[in-house]
């Protein structure tokens, strides 16, 4: 067996914890798929004092710089610091994997120039997308994508349509621990948003800006019962489509008709629907939030790196990188539902 792929881990919160103990749990699994044992050697946090961790906890500026470490995964969320932390690590040669969707959203094609980055849990977590555009579907073209990619607002807008207010139910879901305490990002759609652009410049390999992306959340959304709604549910919908004209894509509630796939998939669950020329519609569901859903993703990514598999995603990016943006417009009232018999 090849010497153990070293890791240090940039953030200790859930999903950290999730990682830590899956590589503990599941280790002797893990390196029978890879070849090589994966071990955690450090963990950073910006209060180290006293932290119990599987690991030694240090500040960031130390993880940054050990030299030993065979990749570096940022956990931290949010855009800085950790922007500036992938910045750092791959400039300093370490691989980075991140489940960081602003950070990829925004500067993706950047930083994936400067060294080996890979982000499979940065949209929709447990759900294979990322490296299915960039590697599975290399060769075919992407016309359409459809996705409920926040599993916040997909809940809340079920107990929504049971009858609950927009209140009660965004309680709820704090309650459930999906929501984040400041949850606009998710209510307003700018996670699906971000999440979106990723898809975007994967499937349709253009460079775009991601606040180019029109987007309206769940807020003003009305809170019509399922049976006064047609028999439709209403749904955060993240769509685009590119055809000769250019890219459409937006972030808005739609009605989905009930006999859409996609009118199915309830609570926090996700689920994207990809129309390429080829292999035809497909349609993946599964868990978008979470941190066993989001370490399953990271993990993906750590057995890739250290088999040597080349970071599909993050090259398909850097090849963007030169690109001046394009324009995205609005898909508004065009109804991007994927069709069900
Ligand atoms: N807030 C996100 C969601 C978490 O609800 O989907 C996963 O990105």
Partial sequence: MRAPFRIGVLGLGNVGGALARRLADDADGIAAATGRRITLEAIAARRPEGRQAPAPVMAPEKLLARTDLDAIVELIGGMEPAHTYIKTALQAGHQVITANKQVIASHGPALSRLGSLRFEASVASAIPIVELLAETLAADRVQGIVGILNGTTNFMLDEMAKGSSYEQALREAQRLGMAEADPTADVDGHDAAAKLA????????????????????????????????????????????????????????????????????????????????????LLLRGAGAGP????????????????????????????????????VRPLGGMRPFPAAE
């Fill in 292 to 327: 066993d859903a989001a370490a399953s993703a990271v993990i993906a990514d750590l057995v890739r790196a250290a088999r040597d598999a080349p970071p599909s995603a993050g090259a398909l990016l850097a090849s963007l990188a030169d690109q001046p943006c394009i324009d």
């Fill in 198 to 281: 990723i898809l975007v410049m994967l499937a349709f390999r253009k460079r775009i800006d991601v606040d180019a992306i029109d987007r309206t959340g769940i807020r003003e959304a009305p809170t019509l019962p399922s049976h006064a709604s047609g028999g439709g549910k209403r749904k955060l919908i993240a769509a685009a489509e590119s055809d000769e004209e250019g890219i459409r894509a937006d972030v808005r509630p739609r009605l989905v008709p009930i006999s859409s796939p996609i009118a199915h998939v309830d609570g926090a669950l996700n689920a994207i629907c990809i129309e390429a020329r080829y292999a035809g519609p």
